[in-house]
């Protein structure tokens, strides 16, 4: 069985920092992207980073680049999330997802149909 676990939210102040991580099992592909979404009540899931196995390409939204960086240890099966210089508007649930094989991934990453697999999220809470 497919799973992505989440963790590492929380609650931080405004300016601080979180590292989320989302680990896997079960997923043995040789090809696929790791994708981090947020959601906060009657709002659409927002695509915020992508991270490609393929070659270690990265994407983000422009929310949050040049704050949070994508990374992959392939080793472990996790993907993290650092997230630095934290606002307030970042409060939101984290969410981990998995496309196979992607193609396009430039086009579609932020896109929440493109994600096969997903994690249960954490909640991450940014107080000002």
């Known amino acids: 069985e497919v799973q992505f676990v989440e963790s590492g939210g929380g609650l931080v102040q405004a300016g601080g920092s979180l590292r989320l991580s989302c680990a896997a099992s079960?997923?043995?592909?040789?090809?696929?992207?790791i994708g981090w979404f947020r959601q906060v009540p009657g709002k659409e899931r927002e695509g915020i980073s992508c991270?490609?196995?393929?070659?270690?390409?990265?994407y983000y939204a422009d929310s949050v680049k040049g704050r949070f960086t994508i990374s992959g240890d392939s080793a472990n099966n996790t993907v993290y999330l650092q997230m630095n210089s934290l606002k307030p508007e970042d409060t939101a649930v984290y969410y981990c997802?998995?496309?196979?094989?992607?193609?396009?991934?430039?086009?579609?990453?932020?896109?929440?149909?493109?994600?096969?697999?997903w994690g249960q999220g954490t909640q991450v809470t940014v107080s000002s």
């Open positions: 991270i490609d196995s393929a070659d270690g390409s990265t």
């Open positions: 079960g997923f043995t592909f040789d090809r696929y992207a």
């Open positions: 997802a998995a496309i196979v094989a992607p193609l396009l991934l430039y086009r579609l990453w932020a896109f929440p149909e493109s994600y096969e697999y």
